[in-house]
């Protein structure tokens, strides 16, 4: 194992278990706030602090070459910074410098290959960037959200295209995923220019727009997407195809709730953020990490159908924290929220668990 790269992950580790704390705190769990403001910070934990280093370290994982690592580093060093509130200007900026990192490394990756699916993760860490610089100038968080949720929906889109880059689609696929995508992106731009360019109740449609691309891509995903062929097979193999197939269902619930909600109102929010966030990221985290973590950390995770109890814990929580919030139902809206977190520890210990007994001297399942 390259314990060399242990101090980067366990940085962005420590922002997921802060947002987690921040998450019930926000559900009105009593417990201590342990930093100031810490529950206002959920949201840019979980998403800069966390999964924009993890997504930072697996692209410098890639590259191999150590002054790439600057921009998990960054990230990381922000998250930290931000959690202790000492100087939380300092700490955006340096999570906003993280995600410029992620934008340089992408410009190389394109430059040496520049296919659908690089081109769609470069797009992605600009929108990542544009995201923290409005959170740096003070735009609402429930509005630079939008951005950060495109983010990691981009990302993971991009992903999927370079694990599946030997299919073969047809042209009509691909102007399909070209509408998608433009849809959300269109989305974005038209959430930027409210209250600029356009008047400020334009918000309300940007995130109409916006969710219209999020649906568009989770029905892209769901009609082409290599895992509707592979939950055929067993093993690890379907367990990953399980995750993906699940998590494009909720991106696709995430996204019809904002067309018909927009922006939300009350817990309507929560409901449109957590489909997305929970329903769709974790899920594709639950189903990547025996492939990730074991080509940052060397070390093979074996699979074990033990993996299903933390999938099925997340989701069926989740339904019941969509309803909750739907239906503003405060107690069942909090057990829900900390049967989530109790899931995503649950996937920790399983992955810990699991690599302790993999193979640290080879990668692979």
Request: charged letters at 10%; glycine letters at 10%.
């Amino acid at each position: 194992m390259k314990f060399s790269r242990l101090p980067v992950l366990a940085l962005g580790m420590f922002a997921l278990l802060a947002a987690m704390w921040a998450g019930l705190l926000r559900l009105d769990w009593k417990f201590p706030e342990l930093a100031p403001s810490l529950a206002q910070l959920h949201g840019p934990l979980m998403i800069s602090g966390f999964f924009g280093t993890v997504i930072n370290i697996e692209r410098a994982v890639a590259l191999n070459q150590r002054r790439y690592w600057l921009a998990p580093m960054l990230s990381g060093i922000g998250a930290l910074v931000t959690i202790s509130g000492l100087a939380p200007q300092l700490g955006i900026a340096l999570l906003t410098l993280g995600s410029l990192g992620l934008v340089i490394i992408f410009g190389v990756i394109v430059r040496r290959y520049a296919g659908r699916d690089t081109l769609t993760m470069a797009i992605a860490a600009l929108v990542w960037l544009v995201g923290n610089v409005m959170w740096f100038a003070e735009y609402p968080l429930w509005r630079v959200a939008l951005w950060w949720m495109a983010f990691l929906v981009l990302t993971i889109l991009g992903e999927r295209l370079e694990l599946a880059r030997l299919m073969r689609l047809d042209t009509r696929a691909k102007n399909l995923y070209v509408v998608s995508a433009a849809l959300l992106l269109a989305g974005l731009v038209l959430n930027l220019s409210a209250g600029w360019i356009l008047p400020s109740d334009w918000v309300e449609l940007s995130a109409r727009v916006a969710g219209a691309g999020f649906l568009a891509i989770a029905l892209w995903l769901l009609r082409y997407d290599i895992a509707q062929k592979t939950i055929k097979q067993t093993g690890l193999t379907r367990f990953i195809a399980v995750c993906l197939l699940v998590g494009y269902v909720w991106l696709g619930i995430g996204g019809a709730l904002r067309v018909v909600f927009g922006v939300g109102s009350g817990w309507q929010g929560d409901a449109l953020l957590h489909a997305v966030l929970l329903g769709y990221v974790f899920s594709m985290i639950f189903g990547h990490a025996p492939i990730i973590f074991p080509a940052i950390l060397n070390r093979a995770i074996p699979y074990t159908p033990t993996f299903y109890l933390h999938l099925v814990l997340l989701h069926v929580s989740l339904v019941v924290r969509v309803i909750a919030d739907l239906l503003d139902l405060r107690e069942a809206r909090m057990w829900a929220g900390m049967f989530n977190v109790i899931a995503i520890l649950l996937f920790l210990f399983a992955t810990v668990r699991a690599m302790r007994l993999g193979n640290p001297n080879r990668i692979g399942v």
